[in-house]
C-alpha cells in the first residue's frame, strides 16, 4: 500500500514537471516574442527618427560638402527614395507623383550656406515696410507693412521686398504638384496671414485647376512652373523631352493666367538621379529662356517615407530654418497631403514669432538655393 501511495506521488510530481515545462515553453517563447516586438518597434521608430535627422543634416550641410559635389548631381537616399519612372502616375490625380519622394530628399550643393551667408549691407537701411509683399509678423521698423499695398497701384512682386527686407532672415514656403483639392485651402491660410507663397505648378486641364491657376496669380503669389507632365522618364529623356514639356507647361500658363513664368523646380530637384540628360543642358534651357530655377533647403517631410504628425511637420520647418538666412521650405499641394494643410498655419505662425524673420515669395531676387550650381555661374 505504502510503495502504491508513494508511487503515485511519484507519477503526480512527474506529471506536475511534465505540465510546468510544457506550460514552460509556451510562455518563454511568448514573453520573448512580445519582449523582441516591443525592442523592434522602437528600434525601428528610432532609424526612422535617425533618417530624417539625416536629412535634415544633408540639406543643412550645403556645398562645401565635398562627398556631393555639385555637378554629379546624385545622393545616395534620393536614389533610394525615388520610385521607378514608369510607376508616375498622370499629373491630374489626385495621388501625388511619386517624384514626391524624391523631393522629400534634400539636395546636393546648396548655395546658401548656413549662417554664412551674410547681406550686403546688413543693418546699413533699416527696412522702411512700404508696399509689402508679403511678410511675417516681424515687420520692419516703420508703417503699415502688412497692409498689403498702401499706395495701391504697385504689383507686390515689384515692391522688392527683398531689399526693404535686408539683414532679416527670409523664408519662402514653397508648394509643388498643384493645383489640387487643398489649393483653395492653402491660399486661404496664406491670405489670412497677409503673406504670399511660391507655386510650383503642373499641367491640369480640369476647371478648378484652371481657376486655381488664374487665383495663384491674382492673388499675388509666384507661380512657378514644376513641368506639365511631370512623369520622370518623359521629360529626362532628352533635352527636346524636357523643352517640350517646359514650353507646354508655359504656354499653358500663359494662356491660364496671362502672364510668364519665370520660375522652375526640377522634379525631385537639380540634384536628381533620373535624368538620363546632363542637368547642366537642361539648365542652359532654362537659362536661355531666362528661366530660374529653385530648389530647396528647407524641408517639412510631407512627402517623405515617414508618416510625420502634425507636429513633426512644424519642427521639422522649424528647426531647420533656423540655420538660414534665405530658407527655401519645400512642402506639397497634392491631394493626399491633407496634413500639409493642416500643419501650415502653426508654421507660419511660429515663423512670423521668430526675430527678423520674413515670408516672401521667391522672386528674381530671391538668394538662388540650387543644389546644382549651373555650370555658367562656377
Ligand atoms: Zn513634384
Not at 11 to 30: D, E, G, M
Request: net charge negative; hydrophobic share 35%; glycine share 8%.
Amino acid at each position: 500500500m505504502r510503495s502504491e501511495a508513494e508511487r503515485r506521488k511519484r507519477v503526480n510530481r512527474i506529471k506536475k514537471i511534465i505540465l510546468f515545462t510544457i506550460v514552460l515553453a509556451i510562455l518563454v517563447p511568448v514573453i520573448l516574442c512580445i519582449i523582441l516586438f516591443y525592442r523592434v518597434s522602437r528600434l525601428e521608430s528610432k532609424i526612422r527618427q535617425l533618417e530624417a535627422a539625416q536629412e535634415m543634416r544633408l540639406a543643412e550641410r550645403g556645398s562645401d560638402d565635398g562627398r556631393l559635389s555639385p555637378g554629379n548631381g546624385k545622393s545616395d537616399y534620393l536614389m533610394q527614395d525615388i520610385a521607378e519612372p514608369d510607376e508616375q502616375k498622370e499629373p491630374d490625380e489626385q495621388t501625388p507623383p511619386a517624384e514626391t519622394d524624391a523631393e522629400a530628399g534634400t539636395g546636393d550643393s546648396v548655395t546658401d550656406e548656413p549662417e554664412g551667408e551674410t547681406e550686403a549691407g546688413t543693418g546699413a537701411d533699416e527696412p522702411d515696410g512700404k508696399t509689402e509683399a508679403g511678410t511675417g509678423a516681424d515687420e520692419p521698423d516703420g508703417d503699415e507693412a502688412a497692409s498689403g499695398d498702401p499706395d495701391g497701384d504697385m504689383p507686390v512682386q515689384e515692391a522688392s521686398a527683398e531689399q526693404r527686407y535686408e539683414g532679416y532672415r527670409k523664408v519662402y514656403l514653397t508648394f509643388d504638384d498643384g493645383p489640387s483639392i487643398y489649393t483653395d485651402n492653402i491660399l486661404d491660410i496664406l491670405d489670412s496671414y497677409g503673406i504670399l507663397g511660391t507655386f510650383f505648378v503642373v499641367g491640369k486641364t480640369d476647371e478648378h485647376s484652371q481657376e486655381m491657376y488664374r487665383r495663384i496669380v491674382e492673388e499675388g503669389h509666384t507661380l512657378g512652373m514644376h513641368s506639365y507632365s511631370h512623369k520622370y522618364h518623359e521629360i529626362y529623356a532628352s533635352v527636346d523631352a524636357f523643352t517640350q514639356d517646359l514650353e507646354k507647361l508655359s504656354d499653358y500658363l500663359y494662356d491660364m493666367t496671362g502672364t510668364t513664368c519665370r520660375y522652375y523646380r526640377f522634379p525631385g530637384g537639380s540634384s536628381n538621379t533620373v535624368s538620363k540628360v546632363d542637368i547642366q543642358e537642361l539648365i542652359d534651357v532654362l537659362a536661355e529662356r531666362e528661366i530660374i530655377y529653385f530648389d530647396w533647403n528647407v524641408v517639412s517631410g510631407d512627402a517623405m517615407n515617414v508618416d510625420f504628425s502634425v507636429d513633426e511637420l512644424v519642427n521639422n520647418v522649424i528647426y531647420n530654418l533656423e540655420e538660414y538666412h534665405t530658407a527655401v521650405v519645400l512642402m506639397h499641394d497634392s491631394g493626399d497631403k491633407p496634413l500639409t494643410v493642416t500643419a501650415l498655419p502653426i508654421i507660419i505662425e511660429r515663423i512670423m514669432a521668430m526675430d527678423h524673420t520674413v515670408i516672401l515669395p521667391i522672386s528674381e531676387e530671391t538668394v538662388r538655393i540650387q543644389h546644382v550650381v549651373p555650370d555658367h555661374e562656377r
